[in-house]
């Protein structure tokens, strides 16, 4: 009987087809992280994942100082898949529709590389969960997962390049992310008798328009600040004022000055409208991820590594959030963008990715991982 050898992209295209397939929701991701422990146990990775957490694979090759991290996030979305593909997913209601099967087969093909060669020092290899609810890094950081590391990489697929371009700069990647809820409480009164009343609606419109002025009133126009508000509510028929109106929305960053200047004008601009309307203001505000924040020194060693591999372009900011910020907050870090010639975008139930991006994103972990030994030692 002859032997059958497949390709490197044949291989990687095997992975990802399978865990394609197989997409499971944050902090759920329990089939997924026994594959993983398993692919990783085969090629003789140390797990070591803490006790801590309930999801995701931490394993470990080679010995001593310096400790390279490489991250992939390994959880999907709650989206009906709907892309026709022989390899959809089987899991009704979830997709991976942002490509977290391509950054965990990227990972596992570079520790695979990895795994054949004589390293000097130790690759931490970090398959986090739950990167889509903002906790899995944060998760990963409290039980102790990224102790000890001397740099961590990691990147996010991008739809919008052509497969195998890397995108990277120094500095702000992707925005910081903020959460806000808003409840006006006022007096209900009939419709037709308004003065009888302070009424929530219209001190809701009012804002929505007047906290648009951050933006263009109070940032440095140089800054790229965005704040959406996205779901309103108030009222429940066509002749009442109601008592209360409702809304909330996201304020992205790329700066902590920005961060906070945001935050600030938006608290005073709500109150001020409330004020102004006679209606009392309740401002729930919750801070998410921080901004993907790259190492500069770190970026210039992994941006002249890639060079000498990858055609390498200066991407344009993401207003995306993602919390690889958590570590890159903690540990001298590098996030990229690696092309995935995609049809559509990040989260819509329709994305095909295009698999001949693997190969390059598999180097990319390895070449980078290897320079980092190096130059960190
Ligand atoms: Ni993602």
Request: hydrophobic share 40%; glycine share 10%; net charge negative.
């Amino acid at each position: 009987m002859a032997t059958e050898t497949i390709t490197e992209q044949e291989h990687l295209t095997q992975i990802r087809h399978y865990l394609h397939q197989h997409p499971e929701l944050s902090d759920q991701e329990f089939a997924t992280t026994k594959y993983l422990t398993e692919k990783l146990r085969e090629l003789g990775y140390r797990i070591i994942t803490p006790a801590g957490l309930k999801t995701g694979v931490i394993a470990e090759i080679g010995t001593g100082k310096p400790v390279i991290g490489l991250r992939s996030d390994i959880d999907a979305l709650p989206i009906q898949e709907a892309t026709g593909l022989d390899y959809a997913s089987a899991n009704t209601g979830v997709m991976h529709a942002c490509g977290h099967d391509f950054h965990m087969t990227a990972l596992l093909g570079a520790a695979e590389k990895l795994a054949a060669e004589q390293l000097t020092g130790t690759v931490r290899v970090v398959f986090q969960p739950a990167e889509e609810t903002h906790v899995g890094a944060q998760e990963v950081t409290d039980a102790g997962g990224v102790d000890g590391l001397d740099a961590i990489i990691g990147f996010h697929n991008k739809p919008d390049l052509p497969a195998g371009t890397i995108g990277l700069l120094a500095g702000g990647l992707m925005a910081a992310v903020d959460q806000f809820t808003v409840t006006f409480h006022g007096v209900g009164t009939h419709a037709a008798m308004p003065q009888l009343g302070a009424d929530p609606v219209v001190a809701l419109a009012a804002t929505v328009g007047a906290v648009q002025s951050i933006v263009s009133r109070n940032q440095d126009p140089q800054q790229a600040v965005v704040v959406s508000v996205t779901h309103i509510e108030g009222g429940s028929t066509w002749n009442v004022l109601p008592e209360t109106a409702w809304f909330e929305g996201t304020v992205r960053t790329f700066d902590q000055k920005a961060r906070a200047l945001a935050q600030k004008r938006f608290i005073e601009i709500v109150n001020g409208q409330a004020a102004a309307y006679g209606v009392e203001a309740e401002i729930n505000w919750q801070t998410g991820p921080d901004v993907v924040d790259n190492d500069p020194r770190l970026t210039k060693i992994v941006a002249a590594e890639s060079r000498q591999h990858f055609n390498v372009v200066a991407p344009t900011p993401s207003s995306a959030g993602e919390d690889f910020a958590y570590f890159s907050q903690r540990i001298p870090s590098v996030f990229a963008f690696i092309g995935s010639h995609g049809n559509s975008d990040w989260h819509h139930a329709d994305l095909i990715i295009d698999d001949a991006g693997l190969v390059p994103a598999v180097q990319w972990y390895y070449f980078n991982a290897k320079r980092l030994l190096s130059e960190l030692a």
